[in-house]
């Protein structure tokens, strides 16, 4: 009885609530925060401090940036705080103030993001090769698992946000996860409209995401292998974040022969050939269900790939083989 009632005082003060408003529509810094509620850091370090103490707000270093948000369903006393957010009303003139900041905040965020676009125009690999057939590829993700609704989903090597995006409406649920803070800060970006409250992302190595085991039913890696010195350590990662029976939706080059990825892109693999991922698929408990090519528009590019596999029931820990 005591730990609600110091829940419920945490939440009942004015000030907390307009924070919790304002976490309820995504990721804030504190610098972020004090903008929008004209307080004084301190002070908004203090309540921030406080809501984590009573597990309703947690926060995620990125380099030299800080970022709190809420932990929603995994809050203590969830079924709580739901309501309480419920209860705020949109009315209210100070969460209307409050809510015209945050458009200050998030419009600033479109400039920084824009910058970071422009200053890598010429290297369409960091923006995901946004010189595909992006509506083709998409377009044959979303037929792959046509129908479902999915609890969580992660995306491994999240870069602009892209595909969470695209299965928004698709998941209860989503979460990003990438190394590089300047993705990060577009992917906010292009997840800073309401219709995207439901979805995060944070700064980790996608072979060691901070999420427990079984956390995911879906889980995508979009444009990532090819990188990666080691891409069966990714699809091991990714069996890790799902339970059994849970999606794996892997997107990459066919196998290829165009040197100048490497040199121009700093691939490390030149595409993946069906039987490469079949072995990494195999390897971790995965079943391969469909295979889906989008051709290249030219020579200039290779065909790409999708790998659709669903992970087998296991009956010990994925950490735990020898």
């Known amino acids: 009885m005591d730990a609600v009632a110091t829940y419920l005082k945490t939440l009942g003060h004015p000030d907390r609530l307009r924070i919790l408003a304002l976490l309820n529509q995504g990721e804030l810094t504190v610098s972020e925060l004090v903008q929008i509620l004209n307080l004084s850091q301190p002070r908004v370090t203090q309540?921030?401090?406080?809501?984590?103490?009573?597990?309703?707000?947690e926060r995620l270093r990125e380099g030299s940036w800080v970022f709190s948000r809420l932990k929603r369903a995994q809050a203590a006393h969830a079924d709580i705080l739901a309501p309480t957010l419920a209860a705020l009303s949109l009315q209210d003139k100070q969460l209307a103030s409050d809510r015209a900041n945050l458009d200050k905040v998030r419009a600033h965020r479109s400039k920084q993001a824009d910058a970071f676009f422009a200053s890598v125009a010429n290297d369409h690999d960091q923006l995901g090769h946004e010189y595909l057939p992006q509506m083709d590829i998409e377009s044959a993700l979303l037929g792959l698992v046509s129908g479902q609704v999915f609890q969580r989903m992660v995306d491994l090597g999240t870069g602009t946000g892209r595909m969470l995006k695209l299965f928004a409406s698709h998941i209860k649920s989503g979460v990003g996860v990438d190394d590089s803070v300047e993705m990060l800060r577009v992917a906010r970006h292009t997840l800073s409209d309401d219709a995207?409250?439901?979805?995060?992302?944070?700064?980790?190595?996608?072979?060691?995401?901070?999420?427990?085991?079984?956390?995911?039913?879906?889980?995508?890696?979009?444009?990532?292998?090819?990188?990666?010195?080691?891409?069966?350590?990714?699809?091991?990662?990714?069996?890790?974040?799902?339970?059994?029976?849970?999606?794996?939706?892997?997107?990459?080059?066919?196998s290829h022969d165009l040197e100048n990825y490497r040199e121009k892109y700093s691939h490390r693999r030149l595409g993946f050939s069906d039987v490469d991922i079949e072995k990494f698929l195999s390897e971790n408990e995965f079943e391969l269900r469909q295979i889906e090519t989008i051709p290249a528009s030219d020579s200039t590019t290779p065909d790409v790939k999708i790998w659709y596999a669903?992970?087998?029931?296991?009956?010990?820990?994925?950490k735990d083989k020898p």
Do not use: C, N, W
Not at 218 to 240: C, I, N, S, W
Not at 310 to 318: D, E, F, G, I, N
């Open 310 to 318: 669903v992970k087998h029931p296991v009956a010990y820990s994925l």
């Open 47 to 57: 309540y921030i401090k406080s809501l984590e103490q009573v597990g309703v707000v």
């Open 196 to 254: 995207y409250m439901h979805i995060s992302v944070q700064q980790a190595d996608l072979q060691d995401a901070p999420l427990k085991d079984g956390a995911a039913d879906l889980v995508t890696m979009h444009q990532v292998l090819h990188f990666l010195e080691e891409p069966t350590r990714a699809v091991k990662e990714a069996a890790r974040l799902l339970g059994p029976g849970g999606h794996l939706l892997v997107t990459d080059f066919a």
